[in-house]
């Protein structure tokens, strides 16, 4: 299943040098992206803090999970747009860059890999001896609030500190990805910066990963508090990326209006089309194809414009000379006239 990328652009911008302009992946081609992509950052966002203290350093866990968003996305963005998470997938989807049952497929794609990435994690614990009870070792790793938090933090702060995290994160995705941004190629550094930023607070709250496939692939091998507690780990997350969405569809990608015969009869139509001017990072279209709207644009008649013209020039003479005695009073109520 694949979505034609449109043939024009508003901005006329040229693809860069060396991309195939052409080159538009199939939905089980963006699944696998989005699968391997979720699966390396699990790996390392859990993987590096389950394997080191991170009370001695804790600058570790975090920086490794931003490069390895970096990473992910330098590598897998230009076939799936570089998702890797079910909060950023839900903001393209609000913002309007894809569409609903592919972003429920996204998430399925992310579901499973980070549960892989989880499950490899678990079977290497298993493999240490020192380690006597591995759900006890994934326990330092799970986000939870309460006595679960580092700091003790209630539920009401973590709850705070993951929406606005996640909608930070999520806005700086969807600025830093825009096809209008001339620094989108600096979007993966953008992404994985934001994130490390972000995991150095979450971590001392209560290890909060902004990704609610991270949250739940390692609450599923940890203890039992952690699934009764996982329902805050996703419903924050994505109430800020609703919020980072909404605000974003409203202002950042609406260009300006364009008046009607400003461009004449072969007016650019995605100049004024708002909605399908957006594309997704991956390729995908809006809902509203430009192909579709140029067939449905009234086709200038070349032959005949000069008769048309003069016969418009010559109709608005008479009906300037034929207004008759109540043109000026009319004038008067319409408040036309002049001085």
């Given at each position: 299943?694949?979505?034609?990328?449109?043939?024009?652009?508003?901005?006329?911008?040229?693809?860069?040098?060396?991309?195939?302009?052409?080159?538009s992946?199939?939905?089980?081609?963006?699944?696998?992206?989005?699968?391997?992509?979720?699966?390396?950052?699990v790996?390392?966002?859990?993987?590096?803090?389950?394997?080191?203290?991170?009370?001695?350093?804790?600058?570790?866990?975090?920086?490794?999970?931003?490069?390895?968003?970096?990473?992910?996305?330098?590598?897998?963005?230009y076939?799936?747009?570089?998702?890797?998470?079910?909060?950023?997938?839900?903001?393209?989807?609000?913002?309007?860059?894809?569409?609903?049952?592919?972003?429920?497929?996204?998430?399925?794609?992310?579901?499973?890999?980070?549960?892989?990435?989880?499950?490899?994690?678990?079977?290497?614990?298993?493999?240490?001896?020192?380690?006597?009870?591995?759900?006890?070792?994934?326990?330092?790793?799970?986000?939870?609030?309460?006595?679960?938090?580092?700091?003790?933090?209630?539920?009401?702060?973590?709850?705070?500190?993951?929406?606005?995290?996640?909608?930070?994160?999520?806005?700086?995705?969807?600025?830093a990805?825009?096809?209008?941004?001339v620094?989108?190629?600096?979007?993966?550094?953008?992404?994985?910066?934001?994130?490390?930023?972000?995991?150095?607070?979450?971590?001392?709250?209560?290890?909060?990963p902004?990704?609610?496939?991270?949250?739940?692939?390692?609450?599923?091998?940890?203890?039992?508090?952690?699934?009764?507690?996982?329902?805050?780990?996703?419903?924050?997350?994505?109430?800020?990326?609703?919020?980072?969405?909404?605000?974003?569809?409203?202002?950042?990608?609406?260009?300006?209006?364009?008046?009607?015969?400003?461009?004449?009869?072969?007016?650019?139509?995605?100049?004024?089309?708002?909605?399908?001017?957006?594309?997704?990072?991956d390729?995908?279209?809006?809902?509203?194809?430009?192909?579709?709207?140029?067939?449905?644009?009234?086709?200038?008649d070349?032959?005949?414009?000069?008769?048309?013209?003069?016969?418009t020039?010559?109709?608005?003479?008479?009906?300037?000379?034929?207004?008759?005695?109540?043109?000026?009073?009319?004038?008067?109520?319409?408040?036309?006239?002049?001085?």
């Amino acid at each position: 299943m694949t979505f034609p990328l449109s043939a024009h652009h508003a901005d006329n911008t040229p693809p860069p040098a060396g991309a195939d302009a052409s080159f538009s992946p199939g939905l089980v081609a963006r699944l696998s992206a989005e699968v391997f992509g979720t699966l390396f950052l699990v790996m390392v966002g859990l993987g590096v803090p389950l394997f080191s203290i991170p009370s001695s350093n804790p600058m570790s866990a975090s920086l490794a999970a931003g490069l390895g968003v970096t990473a992910a996305m330098l590598a897998f963005a230009y076939i799936s747009g570089g998702h890797f998470n079910p909060a950023i997938t839900v903001g393209n989807a609000i913002a309007g860059r894809i569409r609903l049952p592919e972003a429920a497929a996204y998430i399925g794609a992310q579901l499973v890999g980070a549960g892989v990435g989880a499950l490899a994690l678990f079977g290497i614990l298993r493999t240490v001896p020192t380690i006597k009870d591995t759900r006890t070792a994934f326990d330092t790793v799970t986000a939870g609030f309460g006595e679960h938090s580092i700091i003790q933090a209630p539920m009401a702060g973590v709850l705070l500190v993951e929406v606005l995290g996640a909608a930070l994160l999520v806005a700086v995705f969807l600025g830093a990805t825009a096809r209008r941004n001339v620094h989108k190629a600096a979007a993966p550094f953008a992404v994985g910066l934001t994130l490390a930023v972000l995991l150095q607070l979450g971590q001392a709250v209560g290890n909060t990963p902004f990704n609610p496939a991270r949250a739940a692939a390692s609450a599923f091998f940890s203890s039992s508090w952690s699934l009764e507690q996982l329902w805050l780990f996703w419903v924050a997350p994505l109430v800020g990326a609703a919020i980072a969405g909404l605000v974003f569809r409203g202002f950042a990608e609406t260009p300006a209006a364009v008046p009607l015969g400003a461009g004449g009869a072969g007016a650019d139509l995605a100049d004024v089309d708002p909605v399908d001017d957006e594309l997704d990072n991956d390729g995908l279209e809006d809902d509203v194809d430009d192909a579709a709207l140029a067939e449905a644009a009234p086709v200038p008649d070349r032959k005949n414009s000069r008769t048309l013209g003069a016969s418009t020039a010559s109709g608005a003479a008479g009906t300037e000379n034929d207004r008759g005695p109540g043109g000026d009073a009319q004038d008067f109520f319409d408040g036309k006239s002049s001085q």
